[in-house]
T-cell receptor, first 112, second 114 residues
């Protein structure tokens, strides 16, 4: 049981480049989310999904796209990377509202 | 909008002693869930303990327990018999009934002194 798997673990991008952060879970969780973690600001919600084919914006969605074609996968796309997107990104999933989220190990992204 | 506040950016405790981390939150809702997450240097976010707002009994998980005061909107974490492996950032988080979003506090860095 792998839980929530994020790839890559580290990435350096140049300003203007695009990339996709991968997230997969094998727990058959309907709820999946992407968070970013910045120093002194805790974690902030970027986008979330309540099931395949359903996504919605969180607190800080600008510059990011998501899709959910399967229950297992929830990739996060950076359209045109900016230095302000330098952060640690976490994917998380949960079975139900009352459960805590299970988090992936995170991706440290640096945009230069 | 709900907010979560952790007023202690850093805390330290002697090994084997007890430490309490504070968390307050602001909400107008009556049904919600509260969580404490641990983030060690490995960066992994680990769920420590959860509390349903409708339950008056405080949650306990081995050496970890909470003091949930719903009227005061307070949700503190007590760690008993602190161990070196407890050293980490600790985040308090709030989740509304029926909502996707976890609202996090800013975190408290806990140091364990041998």
């Amino acid at each position: 049981n792998a839980g929530v798997t994020q790839t890559p673990k580290f990435q350096v991008l140049k300003t203007g480049q695009s990339m996709t952060l991968q997230c997969a879970q094998d727990m058959n969780h309907e709820y999946m989310s992407w968070y970013r973690q910045d120093p002194g600001m805790g974690l902030r919600l970027i986008h979330y999904s309540v099931g395949a084919g359903i996504t919605d914006q969180g607190e800080v969605p600008n510059g990011y796209n998501v899709s959910r074609s399967t229950t297992e996968d929830f990739p996060l796309r950076l359209l045109s990377a900016a230095p302000s997107q330098t952060s640690v990104y976490f994917c998380a999933s949960s079975y139900s509202i009352q459960d805590g989220y299970t988090f992936g190990s995170g991706t440290r992204l640096t945009v230069v | 909008a709900q907010t979560v506040t952790q007023s202690q950016p850093e805390m330290s405790v002697q090994e084997a002693e007890t430490v309490t981390l504070s968390c307050t939150y602001d909400t107008s809702e009556s049904d919600y869930y509260l969580f404490w997450y641990k983030q060690p240097p490995s960066r992994q976010m680990i769920l420590v303990i959860r509390q349903e707002a409708y339950k008056q009994q405080n949650a306990t998980e081995n050496r970890f327990s909470v003091n949930f005061q719903k009227a005061a909107k307070s949700f503190s974490l007590k760690i008993s018999d602190s161990q070196l492996g407890d050293a980490a950032m600790y985040f308090c988080a709030y989740r509304s009934e029926g909502a996707q979003k976890l609202v996090f506090g800013q975190g408290t860095r806990l140091t364990i002194n041998p």
